[in-house]
C-alpha cells in the first residue's frame, strides 16, 4: 500500500478524501484526498468517509471530484 492510511483509530484502510474543520464557522469540509498530509486535516477511508458526522448545528461541505 502506498497511499496514505486512514485517520480513525484501528483503521489501516488506505484514505480516500480528507476532512478538515471551521471551528469558528461550525462547518467541516470533505474533498477529495489531499496532495500533502496536512497535520490539521483527517484523511478517511471510504467507510469512514461515509459514517462521518458532524456535531449537531454544523454544516458538511461535500467537494465533490467532477467526473467524465
Do not use: N
Not at 480528507?18 to 469540509?29: F, N, P, R
Not at 477511508?45 to 448545528?57: E, Q, W
Amino acid at each position: 500500500m502506498y497511499g496514505r492510511l486512514c485517520s480513525k483509530v484501528g483503521c489501516a484502510r488506505e484514505a480516500v478524501a480528507t476532512l478538515t474543520y471551521d471551528y469558528g464557522d461550525q462547518m467541516a469540509a470533505l474533498g477529495p484526498l489531499g496532495a500533502a498530509d496536512d497535520p490539521h486535516a483527517h484523511d478517511l477511508c471510504a467507510i469512514h468517509t461515509d459514517r462521518m458526522s458532524v456535531p449537531k448545528g454544523w454544516v458538511v461541505v461535500r467537494h465533490e471530484t467532477m467526473r467524465a
